[in-house]
């Protein structure tokens, strides 16, 4: 169940479909990366609409998902995923790899969500110059998350 769950979800994001990828999701799931800390299907689900509105509006040409490497047992599963997609604030080309760590609850929903990736890398490449100057600094970090946090409650209350 939870193979099938993950499985849905990243043909879901491959189609750009937020509203599937949120209903994988348990109501009181936890999501983590480098840009966002959210906590519950509303919050994580607006993630991903405002990420598949923005790449469906500015950069579809450009978008592709791979997904590779779904392992796990029980409630623990893992995924590799690179997106290939177009950074909107900068109109740069970025391959991102990612590594995801997911558990589930009794039903196949995710209840945590953990997306890896190495920040310096893609800062180099959704930045330019100044993601490789300070994209190994927790400054240029935090305000990654400042700005992606702004920008989905700005996301929300456009809604």
């Known amino acids: ?10 043909a879901a994001f491959a189609r ?6 949120q ?3 348990a109501p009181d799931a936890v999501f983590d990366d480098e840009a966002f800390a959210l906590r519950g299907r509303e919050q994580i689900g607006g993630m991903w ?3 598949c509105t923005s790449t469906q509006a500015k950069g579809l040409a450009h978008w592709k998902l791979e997904v590779r490497d779904i392992t ?3 409630a623990h599963w893992t995924a590799h995923w690179d997106a290939h997609y177009l950074f909107s604030a900068t109109g740069r080309l970025v391959l991102n790899r990612v590594d995801a760590e997911f558990e ?3 039903f196949g929903l995710i209840t945590r969500h953990r997306d890896r990736f190495d920040f310096w890398a893609w800062s180099r490449q959704a930045l330019g110059l100044p993601g490789w100057l300070l994209g190994w ?3 240029l970090r935090n305000k990654v998350r400042a700005q992606a946090a702004g920008s989905l409650r700005r996301f929300f209350e456009q809604g």
Do not use: K, N, Q, V
Request: proline fraction near 3%; glycine fraction near 6%; hydrophobic fraction near 40%.
């Open 1 to 10: 169940m939870s193979r099938a769950t993950i499985e849905r979800f990243y």
């Open 16 to 21: 750009l479909d937020a509203d599937t990828m």
């Open 23 to 25: 209903a994988c999701y």
């Open 49 to 51: 609409r405002m990420l």
């Open 72 to 74: 796990g047992h029980g």
């Open 104 to 106: 589930f609850d009794a």
């Open 137 to 139: 600094t927790p400054l």
